[in-house]
């Protein structure tokens, strides 16, 4: 009997025993051939997930944010994750993540009985969340045993090489909430604006229950659902230890309160609407770093704005913009037009006119649908004003102004009421209107320009862009006419010009005739003339500039050499190959108001290369600095202490582009643009200001660019397809204003004095007229101070120097004065009146003509 116990006993057990070196065998058959090429799991230990790219104001304010399109994600570290949020993720999905290997046999049967006690409603994880990891990151969604197995294998791999902090980490950045937000820190803001840490229990139960099924558990769809979902994880963290009896009773009776639902502002509203400025370094970044990496690195970017003057530029160029499009009388019609059947009650017009499309990103316009129309004035809805008992107009009195113009543009009769213009439906801008008192007066009907422009400030010494605007609006058009448009500068090219005769022997009291010129070119005779089409004889450099005189500059850039010119107008950075045309010495090359702006910092600046950006640094998402702007050397930053009253000394590596007395020679010319030339009417500060105004042929495009010691800036405007700005446009008459009106904000904060005169020179009283040496000590309305070179000192008499070749004049005066500054009249007295430095008066001759003037040939 005992041997047939003992046979019975050792039969099962080598029946058990076989059995389990055939399931061991089959088991590790299975392991090892779907352990063949499976993803290497060691990349996770370097995982980098995407991430949002941020840009920063100077504050450290959140100006801008930019991610691959329609994926919100945002990095954070497994030491930045609270507690709480930890504990609710492990209560949803693994409750064992923390004791596993991998995999977790009893989390699968749990899994089961839930589905079937629940009917799936509240759905326990099947898999780990180091499954989770290894299904999205290394494997595909595909529902098959072959994946799952393969799935499990990783995961048991991955515990081994990972730590449980890698993994959750892993996890929570990379997992999708719905929504487009991707990672839990992006689920905090998408659901609740609220940073990880601001998340209360209930808040954090409810993102950890959203993973498994994020459409399921919508806050608003499916809000009964959702509330079920969160009350189950709340109840895993009480039962699990998490929270106490009070916090759990706590959290189960609030509501679940969301962004969806309207009871919580979106992150959105909390930064500006996107502008030029911040569009512009992702532009940038995009083409430094690629557009990929900017947008998935997690890049922190400083922006160099200076929020003040950033709001002066885009108050002044919005109003010269609006200014000439108001004066020109035409209502091009609605932004946007919603039917009238939407408009039955104040809920459903706000709905409908929250969905129309029109630029809500203009200081002080709302958008507006029109609700009736009277006799006289049509009712509005206004977004985000409240509704009153009598209602908000638009009367008549404030559409008389505009003529409407049909799909031909054929122009109607001028609107007596409000109804010539505005129908029921159509979604329009208002601005409201207040009386000298600050009480109301009425809503006005305003309308985006359709001439647009371009303004740009940066810092004269250190290259940063303090400003920019592209455009009326960014939501009307994104194109960025500051950087992207490229226009013809016009006469504000002359000052390259200018330079490069100084550095070519010439100085501010050179003589130039301002004579008829002709120039043989491949398409024929070009003959060009001066805005006035008066010719006005011999005058030094100085006027030339001062009062924009093109037929001087063409003679100058033909006697140094239009290969000079172009040399210098690439150094400066002006345009990478201009072409050496007579013709581009007027400016007819197109080019950027971005390059311009930058080119006049180093007349400013002394003559040094300044590279203009937008961007202070960039950090990496770990807080390593991959760019930093200045390069300069701080000899003293080094030192533990300094002596009272000094500060470190910053040392200037600067490429020099140009000779700082021809800097200075150059600015002093520029100078006399604004005190007396063709800005003087227009360009009025309390600091020297030098600039140079720029007109192209038939005015299709205007700009005006100057500079203070500190700062400069830049101002163009024009029409998208160039046409006719009207003949009265000019440089000095439109951009003027638009640049003075900047700079008086700009000198409040930044100040600006008399610029830095360079070593090596002296002055000496010019007649400015005649460019003749007066005594030292001379003063009086036609003397200027003019810097010139040691050892180059201007000799007494008429003349130092007459440009050769007369061209094609007869009987033109020897110099001409008292020419206003839109080159109208020419007025030539023979004699000219100065004081010594006696105090006494003297006459000095101001010269008679040649008679008849000849030219050798063609000019």
């Given at each position: ?243 106490t009896d009070a916090e759990y009773e706590t959290a ?357 290369r300044v590279e203009p950006t937008l961007v202070d ?144 020179g002296r002055f000496f009283p010019i007649d400015r ?91």
């Amino acid at each position: 009997m005992l041997r047939f116990v003992i046979g019975i006993f050792g039969a099962l057990f080598s029946l058990v025993f076989n059995g389990l070196v055939m399931a061991a065998i089959g088991i590790g058959g299975i392991i090892f051939m779907y352990s063949r090429d499976l993803p290497d799991h060691q990349t996770l230990a370097q995982y980098n997930p995407a991430t949002i790219s941020r840009i920063y104001s100077g504050e450290g304010q959140i100006m801008d944010e930019f991610s691959r399109e329609g994926e919100v994600r945002i990095y954070v570290s497994a030491e930045d994750i609270p507690d709480l949020v930890m504990e609710a993720v492990i209560s949803a999905e693994d409750r064992n993540f923390f004791e596993h290997g991998g995999f977790d046999a009893r989390q699968m049967v749990a899994a089961v009985i839930d589905a079937v006690v629940t009917r799936g409603e509240t759905l326990r994880g099947a898999s780990t969340i180091t499954q989770q990891v290894a299904k999205n990151l290394l494997l595909s969604s595909d529902r098959t045993i072959e994946r799952k197995i393969r799935e499990i294998i990783l995961a048991v791999r991955m515990e081994q090489s990972m730590s449980k902090e890698q993994i959750i980490e892993v996890y929570l950045n990379e997992i999708e909430f719905g929504l487009n937000a991707h990672g839990i820190a992006a689920a905090a803001r998408t659901y609740f604006d609220a940073a990880l840490s601001e998340l209360t229990p209930a808040q954090a139960a409810y993102l950890a229950g959203l993973p498994q099924n994020p459409a399921r558990f919508h806050p608003v769809r499916y809000t009964e659902r959702a509330v079920a979902r969160r009350d189950f994880v709340l109840r895993e963290m009480w039962e699990n230890g998490y929270l106490t009896d009070a916090e759990y009773e706590t959290a189960i009776a609030t509501p679940l309160e969301t962004v969806q639902s309207g009871a919580i502002d979106p992150f959105q509203r909390s930064i500006p609407p996107r502008s030029y400025f911040t569009d512009e370094i992702r532009r940038q970044l995009s083409e430094d770093f690629g557009s990929d990496r900017f947008l998935s690195a997690g890049y922190s970017v400083r922006a160099t704005m200076d929020e003040s003057l950033q709001r002066a530029a885009e108050v002044a160029l919005r109003r010269a913009l609006e200014d000439f499009d108001r004066n020109l009388g035409v209502y091009r019609g609605p932004e946007d037009q919603v039917e009238p059947d939407l408009l039955g009650t104040e809920a459903d017009w706000r709905a409908a006119l929250a969905a129309a499309d029109v630029p809500r990103d203009v200081e002080g316009w709302h958008p507006a649908v029109v609700l009736s129309v009277g006799d006289s004035a049509a009712r509005i809805g206004i977004e985000g004003v409240a509704e009153d008992e009598d209602g908000h107009f638009i009367p008549a009195e404030d559409v008389t102004w505009a003529r409407p113009v049909d799909a031909d543009g054929n122009r109607g009769n001028r609107a007596r009421v409000a109804g010539d213009l505005l129908d029921v439906g159509d979604v329009v801008l208002v601005r409201r209107l207040n009386n000298g008192d600050g009480s109301f007066r009425r809503w006005s009907l305003r309308q985006i320009p359709e001439v647009q422009g371009g303004f740009m400030a940066m810092d004269v010494n250190t290259g940063r862009v303090l400003a920019m605007q592209g455009g009326f609006s960014y939501q009307a058009s994104e194109f960025n006419r500051a950087t992207l448009a490229t226009r013809q500068p016009g006469s504000s090219f002359k000052p390259f010009v200018y330079a490069a005769a100084l550095d070519s022997g010439y100085s501010p009291n050179t003589i130039v005739i301002d004579a008829p010129i002709e120039v043989e070119t491949e398409e024929g005779i070009w003959r060009p003339t001066n805005a006035s089409h008066e010719f006005y004889g011999p005058a030094p450099l100085r006027t030339g500039i001062e009062r924009s005189r093109n037929l001087m500059t063409v003679r100058l850039a033909q006697e140094i050499g239009m290969d000079r010119v172009a040399a210098y107008a690439e150094r400066f950075g002006v345009y990478d190959d201009l072409a050496p045309y007579l013709a581009n010495s007027l400016g007819s090359q197109e080019t950027t108001l971005f390059r311009m702006v930058a080119a006049y910092a180093m007349f400013a600046n002394g003559g040094e290369r300044v590279e203009p950006t937008l961007v202070d640094r960039v950090q990496d998402r770990f807080g390593t600095t991959v760019y930093s702007h200045d390069q300069r050397l701080c000899t003293d930053c080094e030192l533990p202490d300094l002596p009272e009253g000094f500060g470190p000394r910053i040392v200037s590596n600067r490429e020099r582009v140009m000779d700082p007395i021809t800097a200075y020679q150059l600015t002093s010319m520029m100078q006399g643009v604004v005190q007396r030339g063709t800005a003087s009417g227009t360009v009025n500060l309390p600091v020297p200001i030098a600039g140079k105004t720029g007109t192209t042929n038939e005015a299709r495009d205007v700009w005006f660019v100057g500079f203070s010691s500190t700062i400069v800036a830049g101002c163009y405007i024009g029409y998208d397809q160039p046409r006719s700005l009207g003949r009265a446009a000019s440089g000095g008459g439109i951009c003027g204003p638009v640049f003075n009106e900047f700079m008086q904000t700009a000198i409040e904060e930044y100040g600006g004095g008399p610029f830095e005169v360079p070593p090596g020179g002296r002055f000496f009283p010019i007649d400015r007229y005649t460019g003749q040496r007066l005594p030292d000590g001379s003063w009086g309305e036609y003397v200027v101070q003019e810097y010139f070179r040691t050892g180059e000192e201007p000799g007494f008499g008429l003349l130092g120097y007459i440009d050769g070749g007369f061209a094609m004049g007869s009987n033109l005066p020897m110099f001409g004065r008292g020419e206003d500054a839109s080159d109208e009249t020419v007025i030539a007295p023979d004699r000219q009146t100065v004081t010594t430095a006696t105090g006494e008066n003297a006459e000095v001759p101001t010269g008679t003509d040649f008679g008849t003037l000849s030219s050798g040939g063609l000019y």
